[in-house]
């Protein structure tokens, strides 16, 4: 569709109805197809044909081809005549995880020194969500309130920049966290570590709250190696 604007009298111009509509639209898009990287609905090696997702999704292609060049160009897919979910080498993952530790410990850091009663609010909504999943054992549930309760921290540092930096790196692993096979029931084992991450922001304690997050992602790197490790066998 071709952008066009309307001119106003000091000069300037605004977008038409029409370009708003499909700013809004290919945004949707967008926020649709992270989330299932996110929460490993495309697995590693999936490769996204255009037309079948946009069929998916409910939209036209145009959209869905936007979502994903934009998606390439943050490293979450590969373009190899079509669209390609990565499959992340053990080497590439631990990096992720080195980088992860970095960013999300001073994220957790900072939001506990940010934390206000309603930005406190959305994190125990998705805490909670987190925790009744895992006690159902959905996986599916889990892992898109644990992203959510990652990404709210992130946040509530305040800090654009920094939160930009942090979610690349999930739509990256997204894809490979869900192949990881945890033992029925295991999800509840990530529930201490979120538990404490929550109380620390709660009651301000940056390095409390740091060394929570911190600790959950070396954990859950511990799985993804395990199941890495068991594949090669």
């Known amino acids: 569709m071709d952008r066009k604007e309307i001119a106003l009298a000091d000069g300037s111009s605004m977008p038409t109805y029409r370009t708003l ?10 926020q649709q197809i992270k989330e299932k990287l996110i929460i490993g609905e495309f697995r590693p090696g999936d490769r ?15 959209p869905v081809r936007d979502a994903l060049q934009k998606l390439e160009s943050l490293g979450a897919l590969r373009l190899e005549r079509t669209f390609i979910v990565p499959l992340l080498t053990i080497a590439e993952l631990t990096e992720i995880r080195d980088i992860r530790v970095a960013l999300e410990g ?5 939001a506990a020194r940010a934390a ?6 959305g994190l125990r909504v998705h805490f909670d969500a987190m925790a009744e999943a895992a006690h159902a054992n959905d996986t599916s549930r889990f892992l898109r309130a ?8 992130a946040d509530m540092s305040n800090s654009p920049i920094l939160r930009d930096m942090i979610e690349p790196l999930w739509l990256r692993m997204g894809p490979s966290v869900r192949l990881a096979k945890a033992e029925p029931g295991k999800l509840t084992d990530a529930i ?11 009651a301000n304690d ?5 060394r929570a997050v911190v600790s959950d992602v070396v954990n859950c790197f511990g799985i993804l190696a395990d199941s ?3 594949a090669d066998e």
């Open 146 to 153: 644990n992203a959510r309760f990652h990404l709210h921290i």
């Open 106 to 110: 001073l994220s957790a850091a900072r």
């Open 206 to 210: 940056a390095a409390a709250a740091r």
């Open 116 to 121: 206000t009663p309603e930005s406190l609010a």
């Open 228 to 230: 890495f490790q068991g």
């Open 21 to 30: 509509v499909q700013d809004t639209l290919n945004e949707q898009i967008y």
């Open 192 to 202: 201490p570590d979120h538990e404490t991450a929550f109380a620390a922001i709660a």
């Open 48 to 62: 996204l044909v255009l037309r079948n997702l946009a069929a998916a999704l409910g939209t036209s292609v145009v």
